[in-house]
């Protein structure tokens, strides 16, 4: 069983970044696309962004020029590094393992249990 466990949130003020990674247990990591979605109260679970298995992102317009996904082959793991945060961007993130076929990112049934993020002063 694929497991994935998120780690990185927290309480930051307006403005501020925070980096969220997401571990993949077992070595299935490199040839899959993963991504970040976010789910905030009430909300339906968006997709933030995606990395295919070759490195190419794609990004929600929302968070297009603040959110930059990467992914450490070596390590099983994709990250999340999240600047000029602001109140719209609380939610929870889940980190997904799925597949990109001409571009649309495709989840699969694994699925992180989420980290929590808090943007306040």
């Known amino acids: 069983q694929v497991q994935l466990v998120e780690s990185g949130g927290g309480l930051v003020q307006p403005g501020g970044s925070l980096r969220l990674s997401c571990a993949v247990s077992r070595n299935e990591f490199s040839g899959y696309s993963m991504g970040w979605y976010r789910q905030a109260p009430g909300k339906q679970r968006d997709l933030v962004a995606t990395?295919?298995?070759?490195?190419?992102?794609k990004y929600a317009d929302s968070v297009a020029g603040r959110f930059t996904i990467s992914r450490d082959n070596a390590k099983n793991t994709v990250y999340l590094q999240m600047n000029s945060l602001n109140s719209g961007d609380t939610a929870v993130y889940y980190c997904?393992?799925?597949?990109?076929?001409?571009?649309?990112?495709?989840?699969?049934?694994?699925w992180g249990q989420g980290t929590q993020v808090t943007v306040s002063s």
């Open positions: 990395i295919t298995s070759f490195g190419r992102t």
């Open positions: 997904n393992r799925g597949s990109t076929s001409s571009g649309t990112y495709y989840p699969h049934e694994h």
